[in-house]
């Protein structure tokens, strides 16, 4: 099934569960990750430990460059309350962690359900449900006044880690977070394709052949039709001609 790794969340080390951020299905996202978008599974029943009754909570996620220092990596202040930084104040999460996103605990009681997703009509809707695209929003990075939480799109050919954090919302305090994600690199850029030394010596060695063989075969016409019409030529100047007298 698609939702056995909800089932892994009962290993505990202190306050954060073992669990980390996994990339969608391969069945389910496909052509993931992209150029500048990673899909993650949302962290269904990861936090259920952690929640309590009649209490609001909010996931957050944070999206991390590989080459950013371990030292740099934590997420929350002195106080345990989770950082606001933006991709800008990071660079783009090369300095530390930048807030992209967040969004409600989903229910781990109503899992999506496999066969909605054969569903044309209920596809769409199961998808938003189970995955959370990274770097999904291209608006928020051009505009220079724009000081919100933004999820802009990730760098080509880039190594990230990703992190869940879960939030109390009337306390303002993190209770929960998931260790980082292993690594996860976003796709190439495809250069433009190069031809083989080999190949194009080959369809240069071919393109002067068939010059040359063409050029022989118009002199050979040429010479055809010169023998051609030299006897008649000959013959009429040979012939006699004839007297007025």
Request: charged fraction near 20%; hydrophobic fraction near 35%.
């Amino acid at each position: 099934s698609f939702w056995d790794w909800s089932l892994q969340g009962s290993g505990m080390c202190g306050c954060c569960v073992v669990l980390k951020p996994q990339l969608g299905d391969a069945q389910l996202a496909t052509n993931n990750p992209t150029l500048t978008t990673v899909s993650l599974e949302k962290p269904f029943c990861m936090f259920d430990s952690s929640l309590y009754p009649n209490r609001s909570y909010t996931i957050y996620l944070y999206v991390m460059k590989e080459s950013a220092s371990a030292m740099s990596s934590l997420v929350t202040d002195d106080s345990n309350k989770p950082l606001g930084s933006t991709f800008q104040q990071t660079s783009r999460g090369q300095l530390r962690p930048y807030n992209a996103a967040f969004f409600d605990v989903p229910d781990c009681a109503v899992p999506p359900r496999l066969a909605d997703v054969r569903s044309f009509v209920h596809a769409s809707y199961v998808l938003k449900q189970y995955l959370f695209r990274v770097g999904d929003d291209g608006t928020c990075l051009y505009d220079p006044n724009f000081l919100g939480v933004c999820n802009p799109p990730l760098a080509p050919d880039t190594t990230y880690r990703f992190k869940y954090v879960l939030v109390d919302n009337s306390e303002g305090m993190v209770k929960d977070q998931t260790l980082w994600s292993d690594p996860i690199k976003t796709r190439r850029a495809k250069l433009p394709m190069k031809i083989d030394t080999c190949v194009l010596v080959f369809l240069l060695l071919t393109g002067f052949l068939a010059s040359v063989f063409f050029a022989v075969m118009r002199s050979e016409d040429a010479s055809a039709e010169t023998k051609g019409t030299s006897p008649t030529v000959q013959q009429s100047e040979s012939r006699p001609q004839l007297s007025s007298e």
